[in-house]
């Protein structure tokens, strides 16, 4: 138990031993006017059992996702989650491990995480993989550092077509470091990237796309790629939606140098905007520039396999000014989720999942670009997300969804001021055929 000293004497004493007169002395840091005069407005305390109620009252009015039918997307997808997933994270050593440090009493969480590794490679067809980040955002990040290291190079090309909470994270991390950010507008017709305006220079690390991007529309990889080795630089490739994986050529194969993103689909929920689960992968000889830490397989002294942690790019024992990263820790437990995820669905699980996706999307944008007052914005090929434009006021159309207990899409204005006609609609295999025909029918008594 903490000891607080209680009494004028003690306080005093312990003033007098920190050197300091007074208490006030001691805050003098902190601005007059935000100190608190006053006791905190608390009100009573409570018993257990009424505590207990509170909590269920102020539960009941958060909504249930089963209440809504939601088409949001945009870096957080509502997927069909097996029960298995939860089963299997809920055992207690998976609930207490930290970091496997040693080997010897941490096969479980080492043998997992080489598997998540392996999962990733597969996916998105590169080399190499680490045991995950912290999300999609700092994942890209750190992949503008990691291209910066291996070219020498200091200007950065990124698609304006990336997420744009990712490009804030990247501007972030590069804010103090004299790299140069230039962002390259979307085509406003397919709402891709247009490849002939790309124009990389000797003095590009990389270049950044996101495919599918954040409007839904699917980058031309291959083309980008070639663009971009023509003159030495990297391409890196970012996804938010990782379930497109299981049905489009992954990066690796159409010339991505490193492939990052969010793998928050993969079995994780939504839980109110995370923890999520970055993802990073690349070649093998850029291996000793990747950060974080990667997990490796071995052999003992009697010759059966084991698992060993084989790199922490962070040095985080000796050699600390030599780091490539400070990047100290992974995020296990979620990527324990998208392993169990994904290996219980397989790889023709995997597709199928997708190819819901692709289908129930198709269906809403076909229908929803025959109502009158809306229409398609892009006319590039989409996964399970596209831009509906509206005649009518943005707001007040979710709005009148919402009352539906429909969550139709997301505004664009906040990120595309020139898109505040345009709201970004999501389509997963959790939208059922009823909701489609629901939500096209409420727009249409508009």
Excluded: W
């Excluded at 088409?71 to 207490?96: N, Q």
């Excluded at 950060?291 to 003992?300: E, K, L, M, N, Y």
């Amino acid at each position: 138990m903490r000891y607080i000293p209680n009494s004028p004497t003690e306080r005093a004493e312990m003033l007098r031993e920190i050197g300091c007169p007074t208490v006030e002395a001691l805050f003098r840091s902190i601005p007059e006017k935000f100190r608190l005069r006053a006791p905190l407005r608390l009100p009573p305390a409570h018993s257990e059992a009424e505590l207990l109620k509170f909590f269920r009252e102020l539960a009941a009015r958060n909504a249930a996702a089963t209440e809504y039918a939601l088409f949001l997307g945009a870096g957080a997808y509502h997927h069909f989650i097996p029960s298995v997933v939860d089963a299997l994270i809920s055992r207690a050593e998976f609930f207490t491990v930290y970091t496997p440090y040693q080997p010897e009493i941490a096969q479980g969480t080492l043998q997992a995480l080489f598997e998540y590794q392996t999962l990733v490679c597969q996916l998105t067809g590169m080399d190499v993989a680490n045991a995950s980040l912290y999300d999609g955002s700092t994942a890209l990040a750190e992949a503008v550092l990691m291209a910066e290291r291996v070219t020498r190079r200091r200007d950065i090309l990124m698609a304006r077509s990336v997420h744009p909470e990712y490009q804030e994270v990247v501007r972030t991390y590069t804010r103090t470091l004299g790299m140069n950010i230039r962002v390259l507008d979307y085509d406003s017709e397919t709402g891709s990237l247009p490849v002939h305006a790309l124009a990389p220079t000797a003095e590009t690390a990389a270049v950044i796309v996101q495919s599918p991007n954040f409007f839904g529309v699917i980058e031309d990889i291959e083309a980008v790629a070639q663009r971009a080795h023509e003159v030495g630089a990297l391409l890196i490739v970012a996804i938010t939606e990782p379930i497109s994986l299981g049905l489009l050529r992954p990066p690796g194969e159409l010339g991505a140098d490193i492939v990052v993103g969010e793998g928050q689909s993969f079995g994780i929920p939504l839980s109110f905007g995370g923890p999520y689960l970055g993802f990073f992968a690349t070649r093998e000889r850029f291996v000793r520039q990747m950060p974080g830490r990667i997990v490796g397989q071995t052999s003992d002294s009697q010759g059966r396999r084991g698992f060993v942690m084989t790199l922490a790019t962070r040095e985080q024992y000796i050699r600390r000014e030599k780091a490539t990263s400070n990047i100290c820790t992974s995020q296990e437990l979620c990527a324990l989720m998208a392993t169990i995820y994904l290996s219980t669905l397989g790889p023709r699980g995997l597709r199928e999942v997708a190819e819901q996706n692709v289908q129930k999307a198709a269906y809403l944008a076909r229908e929803l670009a025959r109502q009158s007052g809306f229409r398609l914005r892009f006319s590039g090929s989409h996964f399970n997300e596209f831009v509906v434009h509206s005649d009518r006021p943005v707001a007040r159309v979710l709005e009148k969804l919402r009352e539906r207990k429909i969550l139709g899409g997301l505004p664009l204005e906040r990120y595309y001021p020139e898109l505040r006609e345009c709201f970004l609609v999501c389509v997963t295999e959790m939208i059922t055929r009823p909701m489609l025909d629901a939500y096209l029918c409420a727009l249409d008594e508009l």
